[in-house]
RNA sequence: CGGGAUGUGGCUCAGUCUGGUAGAGCACAGCGUUCGGGACGCUGGGGCCGGAGGUUCGAAUCCUCUCAUCCCGACCA
């Protein structure tokens, strides 16, 4: 039969960008909806790239000096109302746990009984709850500074949920810091900041915009917010981990204090700082392609599937082993922190075999036969290039070229990234060009990257946003001084930012 | 919380208007032919039609209530 689509996934990027990205993460078998509204079920191979994802980051806190805790899922209600603007942020979207047990209603089911004295709320942050724990655990400069981590799971009811991207319940870490010193505190969020760059760029292959949050997009109760923005390919903005600098804004709420050298009492400066699963839908939208899900091979679950090719059976003993011996020798090779990991999928169902490795984003396919091993060959495709673009190799060399050629694919999706990225930013000076610009998106093409100039008003800011739902991603730090007019109001402006759709 | 829609096998849906033995495609299992770009044939397993009540000799189909989900809006680090 002639194939029934070009594409491995319907709808195309260009057709329908969010259904299109819905059916890469179920063809790719990541992850699945689940009975639970707004929350999903992350399947091995979605999971296997998050503890790969989790590994190499925890390597990198801990380089820093991070320690790693853990502390409850519930926090009482009243903790939650320690920092104003805090409550403010989140307590439209806590599920709140008011009863402890069950019991029969009488009709057959059960009903919620023992109702709490405080009713708790399962944590959508936990800035509060290690507040208390870092109030207690302070009371010399001594003591300071604390340096936390923990990998967590929270909650948040969102209104509108997306695989990855927003859940109701995610997959995070969070870090949580306090120092003596405001100066060590902001180092302190400056430098996570630089390790999520390094993770983001270097592993995920997710070229990012590192910048300041204005005013309304601050984390609530964060004197300081700093973010890294990459672009998808439907050109929308997604903020793929964000670190704050807390000021003593929390140490007043939960009473952090601590006597300094000269013996006198202070509030300590905090820092928090998270990513999330989040970054596993960015990923998505920066790589993948029509025919599913691209894997950067830095945290791919697997490098390489060998695909067994054999039509009677006698032949089969000899690829199977032929198959099994590539493996072996791949296995043994290193491959930056990990050793190359592969697959072997001898499943009898034909073409789609080659097909469902496609849509799961293996970066090196290869196709072993009969006719291979007689000439010591193999028969390569490589995930960042046309499907049907496949080159044999000799055995030897492709073994000796393996973690080459995962380099080169790492460093083409970073590249291809970069240069997308590039196609679709503009500087802006007029309103004009700029609301036209925004007012034609629609679709996959949701407009670009705009830098223009912002006079710094919340008001400016505001109508934009109202306007077009185009906000300011962040004020990169990068951006340099330069004397322009804000694209809204034409007052000076010294500065250009980035405006974009954002997830 | 407003507006609109939909609940039938694992998935996508037909059947409902006009009541009469629960269907198709895909997926799954077995056998055979295939196999280096999404194979084909035959056979087979699987559903008290979201739930409760009502009308009727008879309800997936008509009526009432209820639950759930989806879309649009509002909301959203």
């Avoid at 089969?316 to 296995?331: F, H, N, P, Q, Y």
């Avoid at 700029?434 to 705009?450: I, P, Q």
Wanted: charge should be neutral.
């Amino acid at each position: 039969m002639a194939k029934k689509n070009k594409t491995a996934i319907t709808p195309t990027r260009e057709q329908d960008y969010p259904g299109w990205y819905q059916e890469v993460v179920k063809a790719s078998d990541m992850a699945e909806n689940s009975p639970v509204r707004g929350c999903m079920v992350i399947k091995p191979w979605g999971y296997a790239l998050w503890e790969n994802i989790m590994h190499k980051m925890d390597g990198m806190f801990k380089e820093t000096g991070v320690k790693n805790a853990y502390f409850p899922l519930f926090i009482p209600l009243s903790y939650l109302e320690k920092e104003a603007e805090h409550v403010e942020g989140f307590a439209k979207e806590c599920a709140v746990v008011t009863h402890h047990k069950l019991e029969k209603d009488g009709e057959g089911g059960l009903k919620p009984a023992g109702k709490l004295s405080e009713p708790l709320i399962v944590r959508p942050t936990s800035e509060t709850i290690i507040g208390e724990s870092m109030a207690r655990w302070t009371a010399s400069y001594r003591d300071l500074p604390l340096v936390l981590n923990q990998w967590a799971n929270v909650v948040r009811w969102e209104m509108r949920t997306r695989m990855f991207l927003r859940t109701s319940e995610f997959l995070w870490q969070e870090g949580h810091t306090a120092h003596a010193t405001e100066q060590e505190a902001k180092e302190r969020t400056m430098l996570m900041l630089d390790v999520y760059t390094k993770f983001v760029e270097e592993y995920l292959a997710i070229p990012v915009i590192r910048g300041r949050k204005t005013a309304s997009e601050r984390f609530p109760g964060a004197d300081d917010t700093t973010c890294i923005e990459a672009m998808m390919q439907d050109k929308r903005a997604l903020q793929v981990g964000t670190s704050h600098f807390l000021g003593q804004n929390f140490a007043r709420g939960s009473d952090i204090k601590f006597q300094n050298e000269e013996g006198k009492e202070e509030y300590a400066w905090t820092t928090s700082w998270g990513t999330s699963t989040r970054m596993i839908g960015g990923m998505i939208m920066v790589h993948s392609d029509d025919d599913g899900l691209v894997l950067p091979p830095r945290v791919a679950p697997a490098h390489v599937v060998i695909f067994p090719i054999f039509k009677k059976g006698e032949d089969k003993r000899t690829v199977m082993e032929s198959a099994l011996g590539l493996k072996d020798a791949l296995g043994e090779k290193q491959f930056h922190d990990r050793k190359i990991q592969v697959e072997i999928d001898d499943r009898d169902i034909g073409g789609a075999r080659g097909w469902d490795w496609v849509k799961k984003g293996v970066p090196v396919r290869i196709e072993l036969g009969p006719r291979d091993i007689a000439q010591n060959s193999v028969f390569m495709a490589r995930r960042d290039e046309a499907s049907n673009k496949k080159q044999s190799m000799n055995r030897e060399e492709f073994i000796k070229k393996i973690t080459d050629i995962l380099d080169n694919i790492q460093d083409n999706l970073f590249n291809r990234a970069v240069n997308f990225r590039k196609e679709n930013t503009f500087e802006i000076d007029d309103q004009k060009e700029f609301y036209k610009l925004y007012e034609k998106s629609r679709g996959c093409n949701n407009g670009a990257f705009v830098m223009a100039h912002w006079c710094g008003s919340q008001k400016c800011e505001e109508k934009i946003k109202k306007d077009l739902s185009v906000t300011i991603r962040c004020i990169p730090f990068d951006s340099p001084t330069e004397e322009g007019h804000c694209i809204c109001c034409d007052n000076s402006s010294s500065r250009r930012v980035v405006f974009a759709k954002a997830y």
